[in-house]
């Protein structure tokens, strides 16, 4: 009994998704929006700086400003 179950929800689980998939439109990305001014895109060395680098290094000054007060408020209780 318990095989026939799970061979019934497989079915009826594949068969939905197929019909999502067939019954969905394409992405309407290729067709640009009333006022759609995209800039220039960002270079390799741009994209990194931004999102690897910048997010770093900010992550590392927070964390220093952070152990910088901790210890001054370590040496003022003793």
């Not at 799970?6 to 969905?24: D, N, S, Y």
């Not at 992405?27 to 999102?51: F, K, M, Q």
């Not at 590392?60 to 001054?72: F, N, Q, R, T």
Request: net charge positive; glycine share 12%.
């Amino acid at each position: 009994m318990d095989k026939k179950n799970a061979l019934r929800a497989g079915a009826v689980t594949a068969g939905t998704t197929l019909m999502m998939l067939l019954m969905t439109s394409p992405a309407l990305a290729v067709t640009r929006d009333d006022g759609d001014d995209p800039g220039p895109g960002l270079s390799v060395g741009e994209t990194l700086g931004l999102y690897v680098f910048t997010p770093i290094v900010l992550f590392l000054l927070i964390a220093g400003l952070v152990m910088v007060g901790d210890k001054s408020r370590k040496q003022a209780k003793s």
